[in-house]
């Protein structure tokens, strides 16, 4: 069964679509991205810490989650959205489906908006806070509370998502990266490509 939710922004908009990960309520700074793909990348990007993301290209979710592709320890950003979820990934590599991952992660997620909207709302009047809820549907009440939301300029993001501790990169390149020649060098793995590879 599907569940709805809500976003609400600080200029009075109302956004009503489909909940998908985790349930609850959140606030963040709106803002968009344009890339076709490395949403994974993108949900683990920690410079977008307090923000909730919109995806512009229609369809996310497609090749579903890549454990090896994360960029940080976890999930920093408040909330997704995106215009459609694929449910069902094609990627031999990927082990859960963006639903699951946020379900998992405590990310609340959105999709069914008209996303085109609400990027051209925050293109002309910038980013502005929001409110993402699957528990509060009441349009004032949710309006009311993206107005009364903290900024983030001022507020400390740096002790949110920054390690504990320092760690270090010696992952072996993919299996597929070893069809050209490859070397290590003080345990830094370095792959170089032929020319018969580059004309392939």
Request: hydrophobic letters at 35%; one cysteine or more.
């Amino acid at each position: 069964m599907q569940k709805t939710a809500k976003l609400a922004l600080a200029d009075g908009s109302v956004f009503t679509g489909t909940a998908f990960g985790a349930d609850g309520e959140v606030h963040g700074e709106v803002v968009f991205n344009t890339s076709m793909t490395g949403y994974q990348e993108i949900l683990t990007d920690p410079s977008y810490c307090g923000q909730i993301v919109t995806m512009t290209y229609p369809q996310i979710g497609n090749y579903g989650i890549v454990p090896e592709d994360v960029e940080s320890g976890g999930i920093s950003l408040q909330g997704f959205i995106v215009r459609e979820l694929c449910e069902i990934p094609s990627n031999y590599r990927s082990t859960q489906t963006l639903d699951e991952y946020l379900k998992a992660a405590g990310v609340i997620g959105l999709q069914g908006i008209d996303t085109r909207a609400l990027v051209r709302k925050i293109r002309t009047s910038g980013a502005m806070t929001g409110v993402l809820s699957t528990t509060d549907l009441d349009d004032e009440s949710l309006v009311k509370k993206a107005q009364s939301s903290p900024q983030l300029v001022g507020q400390d993001l740096v002790s949110k998502v920054i390690p504990e501790a320092a760690s270090e990169w010696n992952e072996a390149l993919h299996p597929l990266a070893h069809s050209s020649s490859t070397h290590s060098f003080s345990g830094k793995n370095i792959a170089t490509l032929s020319e018969e590879d580059l004309a392939a």
